[in-house]
């Protein structure tokens, strides 16, 4: 049963749409990339997802839902959206950075403290939890952010260049944090400008150019000679 589902959506730009004729099905348990080139469309597709953009037609369904009907609560329980380069509106320490993350979650405090202190871990962020966001690195900010993404296990977690700021080592290390949550049942969508990076870890991808669909599927598929000629 598909978790995701994208029907002819087309989003309007200034001058061209963002999005056009998008026509799209993902399930869960799967690490999909999405790729292509400047402007091609790969954090508006996101946004719309997230529901930061809203179509001129068609439709977003998750979970067998529109989007559209679905409260604040009921979104934040299936899903979580980590922005590209988002700059932290206040300066708290990393922890309550995270605690943010399960303010629309009905936990237990142990659960709550189960899970913080799982991706605590996951994130590489124990010597960092009690410092102020203000004081990290752009890197370590970017970590700190997916782990609140991570915290509330949403169904499908959407991740706008996840790995931009990071060294390398934190960039696989990231990439195998999340082949490991698609692995465990979750839906992951990101957006990658590093096509090596998501050709290894990817299940499948998903090529935009110029806000149009140009292909998806596997990576031996969609990093074709053809493909990426007419889109790089």
């Given at each position: 049963m ?51 953009l ?92 997916l782990?609140?993404?991570?915290v ?81």
């Open positions: 598909a978790l995701l589902e994208l029907s002819d959506i087309r989003v309007e730009g200034l001058s061209a749409p963002r999005l056009q004729s998008i026509n799209l099905t993902l399930h869960s348990g799967q690490l999909v990339g999405v790729i292509g080139a400047n402007g091609a469309g790969k954090s508006s597709l996101l946004k719309t997802i997230a529901g930061l809203t179509p001129a037609t068609g439709h977003v369904a998750i979970d067998q839902q529109s989007m559209q009907q679905m409260s604040a609560r009921q979104k934040a329980e299936v899903m979580a959206y980590l922005p590209q380069r988002e700059q932290p509106q206040w300066d708290v320490s990393v922890i309550e950075l995270i605690k943010i993350g399960l303010l629309q979650h009905r936990l237990s405090r142990s659960e709550q403290q189960r899970r913080i202190d799982r991706v605590v871990t996951e994130c590489d962020l124990v010597d960092l939890s009690a410092r102020a966001l203000s004081t990290l690195s752009g890197g370590e900010q970017q970590r700190a952010l782990a609140r993404a991570l509330g296990q949403p169904k499908l977690l959407l991740c706008d260049e996840p790995t931009s700021a990071l060294d390398i080592n934190h960039q696989l290390h990231t990439m195998q944090l999340l082949q490991q949550r698609s692995g465990q049942g979750q839906l992951v969508l990101c957006c990658l400008h590093d096509l090596p990076l998501a050709a290894r870890f990817c299940d499948q991808l998903v090529l935009l150019n110029e806000g149009k669909l140009i292909d998806v599927g596997g990576p031996a598929k969609v990093l074709s000679d053809d493909n990426l000629a007419q889109v790089f």
